[in-house]
């Protein structure tokens, strides 16, 4: 068989995506990384002790197929019962069986626009439709959101949503979740940074689901964990499509210890949005529009110079920040919350720039 | 809506699945486990290192998408291209990505019997059918694998084969994708053990695949690991289906270093066939019929004693075995090769449970 037509042997709908592209994650030389919302700080040092144990003790033998011991830690910090829990490979993980498990071939998925990307591309390979509902301008989302839908199966609200760092209060998401004719999956990735969450959510009406990842506020993206909360009818569903062992050895142990470090937590989590205050108003004094955030980054622009030349900029004098462009909506940059000196680095050449380009006062 | 509806929500071929069972894993209490195929002896020492290493340094990050630095490392052993290979979280999600991209709604996977169960369980999940071909009483395939069928978009090839510990020959393989209208994937899990494998075969036909795992060969696991080798082409259309980040920062690590262990390597596997062999040879000598195995265990049934029975008694004397029961084929016993002392703990217990029930002679 010629090697041209390999490609032919695929799904049609798989031939036709166009590949999901994660931030950038230069390999060599030294960044300041403000592009893909991790933490600044290194995790809790129980986490990396706990892994180093487990690497000496648990990989030899095939892992808890369900999480078991993190789960029963995160339901004592969540106060929920640990059958409302399933555990995944990141949260990216959680968001690919749950629309495996509600979205078919022809199926529609539902989010708002602009969110998360990697929606469209779980119902692309899916073979599956998509509708993207625009938020408002002041980021809630309208009748549209919730309306009927031919075949409608399963709606995304990322909340807080990026990359605006956004929130629905969780009685808005409740009456959305009531109104909708389908489930509801609420992607708590930026909770931890918000006022509020919408656990409770789950609890009032199960055809709510909420997601949560540790790669954001506990400062584990490398270790990939994330779960899901859920009525224990819809997590007995979705172990069905789970790979048996999704979760290694490795990060169960890690993420078990990570949660249960409260003091870690609450100390992180003070420090990130203090540093996300600073940023906001530096962005404010230098004449960005800023977006209030409650996560742990800050969406902006500014009137007077093109979002893509700063993060150009930016980027030659090695910073990377988020250039985002939304077809339809407008385009801004999104700035992860880094440590005060990285900001104050990101600021200060920011302040350059446009003072640089400034029309001279005369 | 009332709670007993809540399974209504999910796709149909989903509520009708059983799920898959993986093998027994008991959190407490001491067996001797030789019913998961996983290696009796820890890793390499380098792997350990690295991942402790690792858990210092990579936590926080996002990982490397394409595990670049297994890549080069694989891409030396197996005297291939790193642009060849693909990463994933487990062999079984490299099985997962690949039935994802080939098999939509109503269409048709191929695979042996009896074979590796989690095949029917990704066709399920697709809402695709699965063609069962039987295994000769030799354990070849004759001309219904290689049949043309309506819709048939991939075949699956364990090779060696589970439960059987049994191959087939790189020229038969390579004959039977010749003739299969479809794509290939040789799962060569336990191929670390047999005498040959297919990679060759790879850059011969670009339509067949060839997944790998580090979980029993390299003693890992505990860290879900494995790979694919296929033509680039096809690498890059899998690329658009896997998740982002699906091999964790400490996996990448942990396999780079465990794959560069060509010491451990042969000495372990030299261990593990010289067990197989004390196994193989204790078995026959107490009746069993022995299936010869190019894996890291054995296949076996006793003309005299119910398999079940067998099964049942060794787990009340703390050692667990498969017992596997395949509807239309037969039953028996997979027996994992563990340390010596392990299967000659197995052995004198199958000896005294044969000797006990024989018939008493006068």
Request: charged share 20%.
């Given at each position: ?106 199926d ?108 954001k506020?506990y ?69 960005f ?14 009137h ?17 920040v ?40 005369d």
């Amino acid at each position: 068989m010629p090697i041209d037509s390999l490609e032919l042997l695929f799904r049609e709908n798989i031939r036709r995506m166009k590949p999901y592209v994660p931030g950038e994650q230069p390999q060599g030389g030294k960044f300041i990384k403000l592009n893909t919302n991790e933490n600044p700080y290194p995790p809790s040092p129980l986490a990396v002790r706990a892994i180093q144990q487990a690497a000496e003790t648990s990989l030899v033998r095939y892992p808890d197929p369900l999480a078991t011991a993190f789960r029963i830690q995160a339901a004592e910090v969540l106060g929920i019962d640990p059958d409302w829990i399933l555990c995944g490979n990141g949260s990216d993980d959680i968001l690919t069986i749950v629309t495996r498990a509600f979205v078919g071939e022809g199926d529609a998925l539902r989010l708002p626009y602009p969110s998360y990307i990697l929606y469209r591309t779980l119902a692309e390979i899916q073979n599956a439709r998509y509708e993207e509902i625009f938020f408002d301008k002041d980021f809630r989302l309208g009748a549209s959101f919730v309306a009927a839908g031919e075949r409608l199966k399963l709606a995304f609200l990322p909340n807080p949503n990026s990359p605006s760092g956004t929130v629905l209060p969780p009685q808005e998401v409740l009456a959305l979740a009531e109104q909708l004719p389908c489930p509801l999956l609420v992607d708590e990735a930026y909770v931890d940074f918000a006022e509020h969450d919408c656990i409770d959510l789950v609890r009032r009406n199960p055809r709510v689901m909420v997601s949560r990842t540790l790669s954001k506020s506990y400062g584990l993206a490398g270790l990939r964990f994330g779960f899901l909360i859920a009525h224990p009818d819809i997590i007995a569903m979705l172990r069905k499509v789970k790979d048996s062992y999704n979760c290694d050895a490795l990060a169960i142990a890690g993420a078990t210890a990570a949660i249960g470090d409260r003091q870690w937590f609450a100390e992180n989590r003070a420090q990130v949005l203090a540093t996300r205050e600073r940023l906001s108003r530096g962005l404010a004094e230098l004449g960005f529009a800023v977006t209030p955030s409650q996560a742990n980054f800050v969406w902006c622009r500014h009137h007077d110079y093109p979002a893509e030349e700063l993060y150009q900029r930016l980027k030659a004098d090695r910073i990377l920040v988020r250039y985002m462009n939304y077809p339809g909506w407008g385009d801004g940059l999104r700035i992860s919350v880094g440590t005060d000196a990285q900001i104050d680095a990101c600021l200060s050449l920011l302040s350059s720039y446009l003072t640089a380009s400034a029309p001279p006062a005369d």
